[in-house]
Protein backbone atom coordinates (compact mmCIF):
# COMPACT_ATOMS: atom_id res chain seq x y z
CA UNK A 1 0.00 0.00 0.00
CA UNK A 2 3.04 2.47 0.82
CA UNK A 3 4.47 1.57 -2.76
CA UNK A 4 1.33 2.74 -4.32
CA UNK A 5 0.92 5.80 -2.27
CA UNK A 6 4.78 6.53 -3.41
CA UNK A 7 3.45 6.24 -7.07
CA UNK A 8 0.45 8.19 -7.21
CA UNK A 9 2.58 10.99 -5.09
CA UNK A 10 5.06 11.07 -7.65
CA UNK A 11 2.35 10.78 -10.65
CA UNK A 12 0.72 14.08 -8.70
CA UNK A 13 3.91 15.78 -8.67
CA UNK A 14 5.00 15.50 -12.25
CA UNK A 15 0.97 16.12 -13.66
CA UNK A 16 -0.27 18.89 -12.60
CA UNK A 17 -1.81 19.77 -15.98
CA UNK A 18 -5.60 19.19 -17.06
CA UNK A 19 -6.98 16.67 -18.75
CA UNK A 20 -7.37 16.75 -22.30
CA UNK A 21 -10.60 18.08 -23.52
CA UNK A 22 -12.86 15.70 -25.16
CA UNK A 23 -12.01 12.60 -23.23
CA UNK A 24 -13.78 9.49 -24.18
CA UNK A 25 -14.36 6.12 -21.97
CA UNK A 26 -14.58 3.46 -24.94
CA UNK A 27 -14.83 0.63 -21.99
CA UNK A 28 -16.64 0.58 -18.47
CA UNK A 29 -17.54 -2.63 -17.10
CA UNK A 30 -20.21 -2.92 -15.21
CA UNK A 31 -20.47 -1.17 -11.65
CA UNK A 32 -21.17 -3.50 -8.75
CA UNK A 33 -22.87 -2.40 -5.59
CA UNK A 34 -21.47 -4.70 -3.03
CA UNK A 35 -24.12 -7.19 -1.24
CA UNK A 36 -22.44 -6.36 1.94
CA UNK A 37 -23.26 -2.31 1.78
CA UNK A 38 -26.63 -3.28 0.59
CA UNK A 39 -26.95 -5.57 3.59
CA UNK A 40 -25.63 -2.88 5.90
CA UNK A 41 -27.77 0.18 4.10
CA UNK A 42 -24.41 1.45 3.15
CA UNK A 43 -24.62 4.81 0.39
CA UNK A 44 -22.79 7.98 -0.51
CA UNK A 45 -20.01 8.89 -2.76
CA UNK A 46 -16.51 8.07 -3.80
CA UNK A 47 -13.82 9.78 -5.31
CA UNK A 48 -11.86 8.30 -7.62
CA UNK A 49 -8.41 10.05 -8.74
CA UNK A 50 -7.02 8.00 -11.79
CA UNK A 51 -3.90 7.79 -13.81
CA UNK A 52 -3.89 6.88 -17.47
CA UNK A 53 -1.77 5.83 -19.46
CA UNK A 54 -0.72 5.70 -22.80
CA UNK A 55 -2.70 2.80 -24.16
CA UNK A 56 -5.91 3.95 -22.66
CA UNK A 57 -5.70 1.51 -19.38
CA UNK A 58 -5.93 2.99 -16.07
CA UNK A 59 -2.24 3.03 -14.50
CA UNK A 60 -3.58 3.55 -10.82
CA UNK A 61 -6.66 4.22 -8.98
CA UNK A 62 -7.04 5.63 -5.90
CA UNK A 63 -10.41 6.36 -4.21
CA UNK A 64 -11.85 8.42 -0.86
CA UNK A 65 -15.18 9.00 0.56
CA UNK A 66 -17.83 6.61 1.87
CA UNK A 67 -18.01 3.47 4.21
CA UNK A 68 -14.44 1.44 2.29
CA UNK A 69 -16.41 -1.21 1.17
CA UNK A 70 -17.91 1.48 -1.68
CA UNK A 71 -14.06 2.86 -1.90
CA UNK A 72 -12.98 -0.51 -2.62
CA UNK A 73 -15.58 -1.42 -5.12
CA UNK A 74 -15.37 1.60 -6.94
CA UNK A 75 -11.27 1.73 -6.76
CA UNK A 76 -12.23 -1.76 -8.59
CA UNK A 77 -14.19 -0.42 -11.21
CA UNK A 78 -12.04 2.23 -11.92
CA UNK A 79 -9.20 0.35 -12.76
CA UNK A 80 -10.82 -1.56 -15.69
CA UNK A 81 -11.62 2.08 -17.44
CA UNK A 82 -10.47 2.32 -21.07
CA UNK A 83 -10.04 5.88 -22.39
CA UNK A 84 -9.19 7.07 -25.75
CA UNK A 85 -9.03 7.85 -28.89
CA UNK A 86 -6.32 10.61 -27.75
CA UNK A 87 -5.64 13.65 -29.68
CA UNK A 88 -2.30 13.82 -31.74
CA UNK A 89 -0.77 16.30 -28.61
CA UNK A 90 -1.37 14.55 -25.49
CA UNK A 91 0.95 14.56 -22.31
CA UNK A 92 0.67 11.33 -20.51
CA UNK A 93 -0.02 9.68 -17.92
CA UNK A 94 -3.94 11.78 -17.86
CA UNK A 95 -4.90 12.94 -14.43
CA UNK A 96 -8.90 13.07 -14.12
CA UNK A 97 -11.22 12.42 -11.42
CA UNK A 98 -14.54 9.81 -11.82
CA UNK A 99 -17.34 10.79 -8.90
CA UNK A 100 -19.51 7.09 -8.02
CA UNK A 101 -22.17 7.73 -6.29
CA UNK A 102 -23.88 4.88 -4.91
CA UNK A 103 -27.72 5.02 -4.10
CA UNK A 104 -30.33 2.65 -2.68
CA UNK A 105 -33.63 2.53 -3.27
CA UNK A 106 -36.55 1.17 -0.98
CA UNK A 107 -39.63 1.43 -3.37
CA UNK A 108 -37.66 0.84 -6.94
CA UNK A 109 -40.11 -1.65 -8.53
CA UNK A 110 -38.56 -1.47 -11.82
CA UNK A 111 -35.21 -3.42 -10.79
CA UNK A 112 -36.04 -6.97 -12.29
CA UNK A 113 -32.49 -8.42 -10.95
CA UNK A 114 -29.65 -8.19 -8.37
CA UNK A 115 -27.66 -6.22 -11.31
CA UNK A 116 -28.13 -2.21 -10.13
CA UNK A 117 -29.40 0.81 -12.04
CA UNK A 118 -26.45 2.41 -13.61
CA UNK A 119 -26.84 5.72 -14.78
CA UNK A 120 -23.23 7.01 -16.68
CA UNK A 121 -22.46 11.18 -17.24
CA UNK A 122 -19.53 10.10 -19.08
CA UNK A 123 -16.22 10.43 -18.50
CA UNK A 124 -17.04 12.23 -15.04
CA UNK A 125 -19.38 10.07 -13.03
CA UNK A 126 -21.91 7.89 -12.54
CA UNK A 127 -24.53 6.37 -10.17
CA UNK A 128 -25.05 2.78 -9.10
CA UNK A 129 -28.66 2.49 -8.07
CA UNK A 130 -29.90 -0.93 -6.47
CA UNK A 131 -32.26 -1.78 -3.45
CA UNK A 132 -31.28 -2.69 -0.07
CA UNK A 133 -30.95 -6.03 1.32
CA UNK A 134 -32.57 -7.88 4.51
CA UNK A 135 -29.11 -9.32 6.44
CA UNK A 136 -28.82 -13.06 5.72
CA UNK A 137 -30.24 -12.40 1.73
CA UNK A 138 -28.82 -15.02 0.03
CA UNK A 139 -26.57 -13.40 -2.41
CA UNK A 140 -26.36 -14.64 -5.91
CA UNK A 141 -25.70 -18.09 -7.05
CA UNK A 142 -25.90 -19.47 -3.01
CA UNK A 143 -28.88 -21.86 -1.91
CA UNK A 144 -30.60 -22.10 0.94
CA UNK A 145 -29.47 -24.91 3.01
Keep these: MRVLSLFVSLLLCSCN???????QVINLPQPDYPVEAREQNVQG???V???????GKVIAAVGKGTQPTLVHAAEQNARSWIFGPFNTVTQFPINHTIMY????????????????IIRTYLP???????????????AAGKENR
Design 17 to 23: HRRPDGL
Design 45 to 47: SVE
Design 49 to 55: NVFIGTD
Design 101 to 116: RYELCDHCKFMISDSP
Design 124 to 138: DSLDIISQPLASGYP
